[in-house]
């Protein structure tokens, strides 16, 4: 079936470090990739998108994702987490056009909450 | 400019009463789509418009969930007869035209409480 997958419900990191979040995608071909936050009570804002080209992304705030074709995966970085950046992460995908009219219809992993500590 | 609002930012409802959720989408954007966030199911896609058409409806979860678009602009979401699962955030997006329909833009959402 095709699905979205992160692996990590919930991540906790020091503010400082270094941050990966996961995200594997299971689609007969490449899909169009995003990774979207959320803060509390907030709406999703979008942190970056791959359609094809530069494997790797850059995106708002200091974020970065690389596409591994051979992985399946679209992975989300960051060299260094502010306290600011607690909040939930969502890949999402939209599913190759199967012959019908494109369009942005997501389909969303079930989300990784990150908490920072000071 | 503005983002896409949406009203109300709560609801609380009795279950059996039927409830509408209003989406202002950004000016321009000819794309607008509804999606459900509630604990059980993460995040899911309801329907999609594209002016005032809907092509995919497919995400509605039961005939009691209707949506329209008037104007190439305004949705209203409508849930009949609410039920205790219908209770979730229900978030609006839009997307500028059909090149770009792929950078959603999305509003605060609307949380809905079937009591």
């Known amino acids: 079936a095709q699905s979205v997958t992160q692996p990590d419900i919930h991540i906790t990191v020091s503010e400082g470090a270094s941050l990966e979040l996961r995200c594997n995608y299971s689609?007969?071909?490449?899909?169009?990739l995003f990774w979207y936050v959320q803060s509390p009570g907030q709406g999703l804002q979008l942190l970056l998108k791959y359609f094809s080209g530069d494997t790797l992304v850059q995106g708002i705030k200091g974020f970065e994702a690389e596409f591994k074709r051979s992985q399946s995966s679209f992975n989300l970085r960051k060299p260094s987490v502010h306290w600011s950046d607690a909040a939930e992460y969502f890949c999402?995908?939209?599913?190759?056009?199967?012959?019908?009219?494109?369009?942005?219809?997501?389909?969303f992993g079930q989300g990784t909450i990150l908490t920072v500590h000071p | 400019g503005a983002g896409v609002s949406q009203s109300p930012s709560n609801k609380v409802t009795e279950k059996g009463k039927d409830v509408e959720l209003r989406c202002d989408p950004i000016?321009?954007?000819?794309?607008l789509y509804w999606y459900r966030q509630s604990l059980g199911q993460g995040l899911e896609f309801l329907i999609y418009?594209?002016?005032?058409?809907?092509?995919?409806k497919s995400g509605l979860p039961s005939d009691r969930f209707s949506a329209e678009r008037t104007g190439g602009s305004v949705s209203t979401l409508t849930i009949q007869r609410t039920q205790q699962e219908d209770s979730a955030v229900y978030l609006c997006?839009?997307?500028?035209?059909?090149?770009?329909?792929?950078?959603?833009?999305f509003g605060p959402g609307t949380r809905l409480t079937v009591t």
């Open positions: 999402a995908v939209v599913a190759p056009n199967a012959g019908g009219t494109s369009y942005g219809k997501l389909t």
């Open positions: 997006a839009s997307s500028r035209d059909r090149d770009r329909e792929y950078e959603q833009y």
């Open positions: 689609y007969g071909a490449t899909p169009y």
């Open positions: 000016s321009g954007h000819t794309a």
């Open positions: 418009f594209q002016g005032n058409s809907a092509p995919d």
